[in-house]
């Protein structure tokens, strides 16, 4: 809480306390809890488990230890990371159709993978694909000043696109030749469909019993695999002829990619397996974290202010400012205040492989942890007035000052997110084009609803007004 001065003296002006759904006081049945889980995961959290640094007890998921202490979590995630691998759970609700990427491997599949993969992901490697974000950002800036005056729009369909613009240009220079509509409406059926927990998982029916939403969501599945396969086999045959620039995207870099190891690189099927690995980990997370910093923004014209003057103040080198962070320190402040309050990936579970403990706790052999960022990101214990919109908590010694195991927007240890980079300049970067160039205001009913799916996002979208700005 060593934030708490610097906070209270950077705010003038007071801030919203925005939406969330209020955590219940009782232990909920079991139907209930599967009909919840299905139906918006965040309302299963009850008081204790904002306010109690371990909840641990016995429930759907079997023994289930829910973790929101910094050194406990650091434990699980780090110290003895090698006893816990990720749960059939998650698993089951991730796994795309072709197989196991980076994001669902285990052992030394997902060590191989991970060790051939990471020189994509180095500061450098990112700092070239950032050049890449630019023009997809600014086009949709363009796009959406053209929009009549007072029009009222769902901006999460614009985040999504310009998540998905930026993924299909940093990952294939945009070679999805004229199947790049039907390329994302496959990916939003995906996540439609594919995107709920299903009770047969939670209740660990065996994988061959049908589950409705994969049923639903085979076409969408079945046509990315055709089009990415495609789209493999051709750069193959460019790689192959001398064809390819020298600024090689994601998919040349992947197939030329070689395990520092042994030398061995990854088959056409892996990398394809990663290629939807990184469109489904990088695409509806960035949208989401861009919906809501400018929901959050709407409410906040003081916060809205500053963001507008490091956007007008970085004009024209706003890919080095977004890479290097020091001139548009409170835009990006801001993208870290939107995943504290919503972040993208709200819970994260293992399986304990051994016994084990935590901080007193016994972790029996085949419990489930759950570290949730959502419950960490809003406990009592770790954060001052942890509901409320305060960016300046991402703020120079009020950064430094919070924990790195209190904030987990993209996990940490040996599974941490390897586009955490990418993704931040890409939310910094896109967030200061938007709000540089327009206005946003918020025009639903109501407040929106959180909602998680595979990723945390408003329930009916995200109605908003938007104008130029000048
Ligand atoms: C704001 C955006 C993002 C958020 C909040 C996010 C969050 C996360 C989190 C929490 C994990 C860890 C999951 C776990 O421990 O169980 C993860 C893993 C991963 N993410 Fe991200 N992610 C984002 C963007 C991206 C992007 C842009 C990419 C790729 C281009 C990406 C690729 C991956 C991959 C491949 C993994 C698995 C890493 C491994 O297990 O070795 N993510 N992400």
């Known amino acids: 809480m060593a934030d708490t001065i610097a906070v209270a003296d950077a705010v003038r002006t007071p801030r919203p306390v925005p939406p969330a759904p209020e955590p219940g006081t009782r232990e909920l049945g079991y139907a209930e809890l599967l009909l919840r889980l299905r139906s918006n995961p965040l309302t299963i959290w009850r008081r204790i488990h904002f306010e109690r640094p371990i909840v641990s007890g016995k429930s759907l998921l079997g023994h289930a230890v829910v973790i929101s202490d910094p050194a406990a979590i650091r434990h699980v995630m780090v110290e003895n990371a090698a006893n816990y691998r990720k749960d059939d759970l998650q698993r089951s609700v991730l796994a ?42 600014v086009a ?39 199947g790049a509509s039907a390329f994302s409406k496959a990916l939003t ?42 789209i493999i086999k051709a750069r193959r045959e460019e790689i192959a002829r001398g064809d390819t620039p020298d600024e090689a995207d994601l998919l040349t870099a992947l197939l030329k990619a070689s395990d520092p190891e042994t030398g061995v690189g990854l088959t056409e099927r892996e990398v394809g397996a990663n290629i939807v690995t990184f469109i489904g980990a990088g695409h509806e ?10 929901y959050l923004l709407s409410q906040a014209p003081d916060v809205r202010a500053a963001v507008e003057a490091e956007a007008d103040a970085t004009a024209g080198r706003r890919v080095d400012a977004a890479l290097s962070g020091d001139d548009l320190a409170m835009t990006r402040a801001v993208v870290e205040e939107a995943m504290r309050l919503y972040p993208p990936v709200a819970s994260l579970s293992r399986a304990a492989i051994e016994d084990d403990a935590v901080a007193g706790v016994p972790i029996p052999k085949g419990a489930t942890v759950v570290i949730a960022p959502y419950v960490l990101h809003r406990h009592r214990l770790l954060w001052d007035d942890p509901g409320r919109f305060l960016p300046e908590r991402f703020l120079g010694s009020a950064r430094e000052a919070v924990d790195r195991f209190a904030f987990l927007p993209f996990g940490a240890g040996p599974r941490v997110c390897i586009g955490a980079q990418f993704a931040m300049v890409e939310a910094v970067l896109v967030l200061s084009t938007l709000v540089g160039a327009l206005r946003f205001t918020y025009a639903g009913d109501g407040p ?13 979208g995200m109605p908003m007004r938007v104008a130029p700005r000048g």
């Open 140 to 178: 949709t800036a363009e796009r959406m000043a053209r929009r009549r005056a007072g029009r009222v729009v769902d901006v999460t369909q614009d985040m999504t696109r310009v998540t998905y613009d930026i993924l299909a240009e940093t990952l294939f220079s945009d070679t999805i030749a004229g």
């Open 96 to 137: 795309p159709g072709l197989g196991d990427g980076l994001l669902t491997a285990e052992g030394d599949v997902w060590k191989r993978t991970r060790r051939t993969v990471a020189p994509l992901f180095t500061p450098r490697a990112v700092a070239a694909l950032a050049r890449r974000m630019e023009a997809p950002a």
């Open 448 to 460: 929106p609803t959180p909602v998680q799916r595979i990723t945390l996002r408003p329930r009916d």
């Open 189 to 230: 059926a995906y996540f439609e469909t594919q995107g709920r927990i299903d009770p047969l998982d939670v209740l660990r029916a065996p994988a061959f019993v049908p589950r409705i939403g994969r049923i639903l969501a085979r076409p969408a599945i079945d046509f990315f695999e055709g089009e990415v396969i495609r």
């Open 285 to 294: 997370t960035t949208a989401n974290v861009l919906t809501w910093s400018l």
